[in-house]
């Protein structure tokens, strides 16, 4: 089975007179342990559709399955759970706590959805913190640390609660080239470690060719899906 499946998902927003057409009947389906990014102009609906996948929103016709759940027919109350529990999230102006150092800036999620002991805590981050290079700078704050080291401690804070599934709007934006594309390889070294899937979205072209599959929104319709061949020929970090 897929881990998210989408059949027939549009979502329309009334701004007074106007309905603006975010997505309209969108279908697709994503397997386990994919990296995966939609792609498309400003506009296009990238943002509109990893929120109801990340079940911030609700469409407003469609199903929308995730990890065999139907999310669109959860409250807010289950909504939150399934965020916490199956979901991890990478933003593109990275929300660090600017007053948590490294350390504390992963460990929060396992203090506040987990409620792991404290030394079981602190095995977990020190171990994604390793993962995700950043271990030496476990001690420093948020602005004593580049935008790339940055993006790596979300990445670490993203995957220290084993979530199925991560996604990330634009997590690469905020980012030079460089920058961009360690990111990107960072994030695809996880997947292969954790197997963990994820679904980003970019529009930046150097970016999306890191994709192993490309989905292109037009005017919230989905009007491409492309198999990415070459994407792991080169994931060294
Ligand atoms: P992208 O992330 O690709 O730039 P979005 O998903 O943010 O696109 O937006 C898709 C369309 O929906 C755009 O026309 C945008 O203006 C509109 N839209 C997004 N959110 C809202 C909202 N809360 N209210 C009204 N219109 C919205
Ligand atoms: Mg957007």
Do not use: W
């Not at 804070?157 to 991560?166: E, I």
């Amino acid at each position: 089975m897929a881990l998210v499946e989408i059949e027939n998902v549009s979502k329309f927003y009334q701004t007074g007179e106007v309905q603006v057409k975010a997505l309209s009947d969108v279908n697709l389906s994503i397997d386990e342990a994919s990296f995966v990014s939609f792609v498309g102009p400003s506009g296009s609906g990238k943002t509109t559709i990893l929120n109801l996948i990340g079940c911030l929103d609700k469409p407003t016709k469609g199903k929308i399955f995730v990890d065999g759940d139907e999310v669109n027919a959860f409250d807010r109350r289950q909504r939150a759970k399934f965020r916490g529990t199956t979901l991890g999230f990478i933003f593109q102006a990275f929300n660090l706590f600017p007053v948590l150092t490294t350390f504390e800036n992963v460990e929060y999620p396992l203090v506040m959805i987990k409620n792991e002991s404290s030394s079981k805590r602190r095995e977990m981050v020190l171990k994604m913190l390793e993962s995700v290079g950043m271990l030496d700078q476990k001690d420093k704050f948020p602005d004593q640390i580049s935008g790339g080291q940055k993006q790596r401690v979300a990445v670490a804070r993203a995957l220290v609660t084993s979530p199925k599934l991560v996604l990330a709007d634009e997590p690469t934006a905020n980012l030079d080239k460089k920058a961009a594309l360690n990111v990107i390889h960072l994030m695809r070294h996880m997947r292969d470690e954790f197997k963990t899937t994820f679904i980003f979205s970019t529009h930046d072209p150097g970016v999306m060719e890191e994709a192993e599959i490309l989905y292109t929104l037009e005017d919230g319709r989905l009007i491409d899906r492309k198999i990415n061949q070459g994407a792991r020929d080169d994931s060294n970090l």
